[in-house]
């Protein structure tokens, strides 16, 4: 079973924005006190390229990146990370699917070679807790 530590950052509405909002929890295992806080945050937003990106996020915040890609590319994303580990989702231009990655500090990923030319997305989702990144991407 998974700890109840998590199950409150795997919570996530996809494109909520400012407004009421209602919700119900219910205690399903055992007597324990159930509390929580609920926030809204946004994700952030940014452009990886061959000039380093930093990237910090709050607890609970994903980031949702770009960077641009040519047909044919063999394309390489780098960087460090602190604080915790990270999944990290790319998208083509059609928003298929490409790949997925986790790692947890240094990362070094080359990308299966792309097929479509434009703008790729990278989804970066922390495991839990703040999280510092700077991110690279190289084409060849």
Request: aromatic residues 12%; negative net charge.
């Amino acid at each position: 079973e998974e700890p109840s530590a998590y199950i409150a950052e795997r919570l996530r509405i996809a494109g909520a924005s400012g407004g009421s909002y209602w919700g119900s929890v219910t205690e399903t295992v055992g007597s324990a006190p159930l509390s929580f806080t609920a926030a809204l945050l946004q994700d952030a937003t940014g452009t990886v390229s061959s000039t380093p990106m930093q990237l910090n996020l709050l607890n609970g915040q994903y980031a949702a990146l770009t960077f641009a890609g040519t047909s044919g590319q063999t394309v390489v994303l780098s960087g460090t990370a602190t604080g915790t580990s990270a999944s990290y989702y790319v998208y083509a231009p059609d928003n298929t699917y490409v790949a997925y990655n986790e790692t947890s500090y240094a990362m070094q990923w080359t990308l299966p070679t792309l097929t479509q030319t434009g703008t790729y997305q990278l989804l970066v989702q922390p495991y839990s807790g703040a999280f510092s990144q700077q991110l690279t991407e190289t084409a060849h």
